[in-house]
C-alpha cells in the first residue's frame, strides 16, 4: 500500500524524538484493511495529550504550529498547554519542501484510550493501537476511527465506515456499536453495526 511523503516526514521526527505516535483518520483504516480504498487529503497522526510539548520540542524552530480553535487556526504560543475540547495542531514547514502533517491529541490513562467526548467511553490501550505487521506502522483502531467519523458523518465517512464494516471482529462491532449509543441510539451506523 503505498502511504504518501507525509507519513515518511513524521515517522522521521516521532521517532528520532521517541513521541508514540499512530496514523488515525482514512489511512488508518486502509492500513486496518490492507490496500487504500480510497484518495485521502490529508494525513491524521495520533499522539498522546502528554506528549504535546514533546512534539513542539521536536519541530521548532523549523515548523509553523498552529491549533484549531472553534473550526479556526491561530498560532499555538510556546507557553500554552492545550486542554479540551481542542485537539488538533497543524504544523507546516517553515523553510523547507516537506508536507504540512495534522496532529491529533489523544487522551489516556494507564491502561485505556480515552474518547474525549464520552470519558466513559474508553478502549485498552492493546486493543486502541494496532499495528500493520508488514511495514510496523502504528494505527488507531478501525473501531475508534469510525466513532469519531459517527459525529457528523460527511460522504467520505459513509464511504469508510461501509468499506470496514465488515471486516470489523464482532467484539470490535459490538464495542463500536455500543459506544455510539451513548451518545445516539438511533444513529443508522448502531442498526447496521446490530446486524449479524
Do not use: C
Request: hydrophobic share 40%; net charge negative; no cysteine.
Amino acid at each position: 500500500m503505498q502511504v504518501d511523503e507525509r507519513l515518511r516526514a513524521a515517522r522521521e521526527i516521532l521517532t528520532a524524538s521517541d513521541i508514540p505516535w499512530a496514523v488515525a483518520g482514512g489511512w488508518a483504516l486502509d492500513l486496518f484493511l490492507g490496500h487504500q480504498t480510497r484518495e485521502h487529503a490529508d494525513l491524521d497522526l495520533a499522539i498522546w495529550r502528554a506528549d504535546q510539548h514533546r512534539i513542539r520540542a521536536a519541530l521548532t524552530p523549523d515548523w509553523v504550529l498552529e491549533l484549531a480553535d472553534n473550526g479556526v487556526l491561530r498560532p499555538w504560543s510556546s507557553d500554552e498547554w492545550l486542554s479540551l475540547p481542542i485537539h488538533e495542531i497543524h504544523a507546516r514547514p517553515s523553510s523547507s519542501a516537506l508536507p504540512p502533517l495534522e496532529f491529533l491529541l489523544n487522551e489516556r490513562d494507564d491502561s485505556s484510550w480515552i474518547y474525549r467526548r464520552d470519558g466513559q467511553v474508553r478502549r485498552e490501550l492493546d486493543r486502541a493501537i494496532l499495528e500493520r505487521d508488514a511495514d510496523a506502522i502504528l494505527f488507531l483502531a478501525p473501531e475508534i476511527v469510525l466513532l469519531y467519523k459517527s459525529k457528523a458523518p460527511r460522504p467520505t465517512d459513509e464511504a469508510d465506515f461501509r468499506a470496514v464494516q465488515p471486516a470489523l471482529t464482532t467484539e470490535q462491532r459490538e464495542w463500536l456499536r455500543l459506544a455510539i449509543s451513548r451518545s445516539n441510539s438511533n444513529h443508522p451506523w448502531v442498526h447496521d453495526l446490530g446486524r449479524p
